[in-house]
């Protein structure tokens, strides 16, 4: 005991305590310990420098801490001036903020004590340092499942592994400018994952991952896993030439979110929102009917008839063409014309080179519209569907005074310029709303489609998957969801001129909740995003777990540090300039913040996001 406390006295100790300022610690270094390395026990270790941890002995208690940076101070305490070097001049003083402590030969993460002054600091051994670097944890006293996801970038034999309850029960933030690794990372992490537990039943039974791939980085091949399931969505190809396998389930409950429906068509608050909850209303007491197809027919009868007796020729005329555009088309506009017309000086309808008097019940029940409400069929696409209840419910509104067209008109507009696209990406056809109904990794690749459409679409999903995943949770608390975006600024900023306020509010907000509240429901996010600064703070405060590579904006440092509080002040400072593939892993599943190389992904799995090299193509 004696000659270990020699051996620990002559080479691990460094220097004493001088300075305690809550857990950031101040230690005078010993003036031979200026070498970078030291040999311990046939270990090579490394000696003081910065970003590396040491140990402070308390009585029994061992703090651990990391050195965040040193200075140096002349020693006024010696009078002598005939120094041999110079350097004996000066005291070296390291700047350490506490991070852990020792219990039970293992490292717990937290300040339990703080040091006194003049107690001894000392190097960690390798397997004292081998130990602040354990990040498997236990839970309810069994060892967390490891996976390897790297080698610490500054001991390169040193392997980094983590719990898979640690990382993937938790919401993951991957961050770093364009052409650091970030999409490399993501892939690597949900490879290792995939890999692990690709052939186990109750993974395919419970466990579900949603991907949105902006840039169609995880599409294609084997990358993420040879069981995904990939719907390449397209806005820029004809409808004939697009698959319906390439088409997302949607139906038509999904779409009848007032909230959705409201974004769809752009819904102004106070006027067209109510008019639309009025639509969803009448959409929903139609199909609660015994016999919903008869009931709208009588509808839209009933509407005819009031129309065709009413007194205010502009009026009506504009609530024929809404029921035209329900039930018919230009040529039934002409047939119908044909056969009535409005008599300018008493005011009424009458037949065309008939007498001058109303049309009667039995003559309106002979035109052509009144013949097509009878014959009416509902579309099979629900969109459509859904814009013919608007429609009605626009007449029924407007001949009862309760709106303008001018004020309505439009919102039921907006929503059908969007009809030709959504049917370009989304299977109104579909009797379910499920896109893992042929695998539980699902990649939606929205590379091909318009901006609108990057934006709609992860919403509806997301919001769908998510409502879905409560109630199956309640039911079978077994089930997990992971939602993972990828480019996640696109849908996730406060930025953006494009859209209104309250559509903006909306889409925060659905994933603010998720991120907030999932948790409870088995419900999981994973951002990545070359720019955190753009992304609602208040989703990344709630992330668990970082993954951070290169990021040289300020504001997106600053974001970063704003609402992280794993990360000390080395890991900061190395942000601007860590190398391609390295980043720093923070968060819950990591007791210490450690920088990492990102493990290796096999080959034909890779993300396909490689930068071009112009020089290949210009011999």
């Given at each position: 005991m004696n000659k270990l406390n020699l051996e620990l006295e002559s080479i691990l100790k460094i220097g004493k305590v001088t300075s305690v300022k809550g857990r950031y610690v101040e230690v005078l270094v010993d003036k031979s310990k200026n070498s970078s390395h030291l040999l311990f026990n046939g270990e090579i270790i490394k000696n003081v420098s910065v970003g590396s941890y040491v140990k402070i002995a308390k009585g029994f208690e061992e703090l651990i801490g990391k050195i965040d940076g040193e200075f140096i101070v002349e020693d006024k305490?010696?009078?002598?001036?005939?120094?041999?070097?110079?350097?004996?001049?000066i005291k070296r003083i390291l700047n350490i903020s506490l991070l852990g402590y020792f219990q039970k030969k293992k490292f717990k993460q937290g300040i339990k004590e703080l040091p006194l002054i003049d107690n001894e600091c000392y190097l960690l051994t390798q397997v004292e340092f081998d130990r602040v670097h354990h990040f498997i944890k236990e839970i309810n006293g069994v060892d967390d499942i490891p996976l390897r996801i790297g080698n610490l970038a500054s001991e390169k034999g040193k392997s980094i592994r983590v719990g898979i309850n640690s990382l993937f029960a938790s919401h993951i933030g991957i961050f770093g400018n364009t052409g650091s690794g970030k999409s490399y990372t993501l892939a690597s992490l949900y490879n290792?994952?995939?890999?692990?537990?690709?052939?186990?039943?109750?993974?395919?039974?419970?466990?579900?991952?949603?991907?949105?791939?902006?840039?169609?980085?995880?599409?294609?091949?084997?990358?993420?896993?040879?069981e995904k399931r990939v719907f390449n969505l397209s806005t820029r190809k004809k409808l004939e030439d697009i698959d319906d396998k390439d088409k997302l389930p949607i139906n038509e409950e999904t779409l009848l979110d007032i909230e959705l429906l409201s974004i769809l068509a752009s819904a102004t608050e106070k006027t067209q929102k109510p008019y639309l909850t009025r639509a969803i209303k009448l959409f929903k007491n139609v199909q609660k009917s015994d016999e919903p197809l008869e009931f709208f027919r009588n509808i839209l009868k009933k509407k005819v008839r009031e129309v065709l007796k009413m007194a205010d020729k502009d009026k009506a005329l504009a609530l024929l063409d809404y029921l035209i555009v329900i039930v018919g088309d230009d040529a039934l506009h002409s047939e119908l014309f044909q056969q009535i017309e409005w008599h300018n000086t008493l005011h009424f309808f009458k037949l065309r080179n008939g007498v001058s008097r109303e049309l009667t019940d039995d003559e309106i029940e002979a035109t052509p519209i009144?013949?097509?409400?009878?014959?009416?069929?509902?579309?099979?696409?629900?969109?459509?569907?859904?814009?013919?209840?608007?429609?009605?419910?626009?007449?029924?509104?407007?001949?009862?005074?309760k709106a303008f067209y001018e004020h309505i008109g439009p919102a039921v507009h907006?929503?059908?310029?969007?009809?030709?696209?959504l049917e370009k990406i989304i299977d109104f056809k579909s009797r379910h709303s499920n896109v893992f109904n042929d695998s539980n990794i699902v990649v939606v690749?929205?590379?091909?489609?318009?901006?609108?459409?990057?934006?709609?679409?992860?919403?509806i999903l997301s919001k769908n998957a998510y409502q879905k995943q409560k109630k199956r949770y309640k039911k079978d608390n077994k089930q997990y969801l992971n939602l993972i975006v990828d480019e996640a600024h696109n849908i996730l900023s406060y930025n953006s001129e494009r859209e209104s306020s309250t559509w903006k509010d909306y889409r925060l907000e659905t994933f603010e909740e998720i991120i907030k509240e999932g948790r409870k429901f088995g419900v999981?996010?994973?951002?990545?995003?070359?720019?955190?600064?753009?992304?609602?703070?208040?989703?990344?405060?709630?992330?668990?777990?970082?993954?951070?590579?290169?990021l040289i904006n300020n504001k997106d440092i600053e974001a970063v540090e704003r609402t992280i509080s794993y990360l000390d002040k080395v890991s900061f400072d190395t942000l601007p300039i860590l190398p391609t593939g390295s980043c720093v892993l923070a968060g819950l599943c990591a007791q210490v913040p450690v920088i990492?190389?990102?493990?290796?992904?096999?080959?034909?799995?890779?993300?396909?996001?490689?930068?071009i090299k112009p020089t290949d193509f210009w011999e």
């Open positions: 305490g010696v009078q002598d001036k005939s120094y041999l070097h110079e350097k004996e001049r290792a994952l995939f890999e692990e537990f690709q052939g186990k039943d109750g993974f395919h039974e419970n466990a579900r991952f949603l991907f949105f791939d902006f840039n169609g980085e995880y599409s294609f091949g084997d990358c993420l896993s040879s009144y013949v097509e409400c009878e014959n009416y069929e509902f579309p099979e696409n629900s969109l459509e569907k859904i814009i013919n209840f608007l429609y009605t419910q626009l007449i029924i509104d407007v001949y009862n005074d907006k929503l059908q310029s969007k009809t030709t696209d690749n929205l590379n091909d489609t318009n901006i609108d459409i990057k934006k709609i679409i992860p919403l999981f996010l994973t951002v990545a995003s070359q720019r955190p600064s753009d992304i609602s703070s208040t989703i990344i405060s709630q992330l668990h777990n970082y993954f951070l590579h290169r990492i190389d990102v493990d290796k992904i096999e080959e034909g799995k890779e993300p396909h996001n490689e930068t």
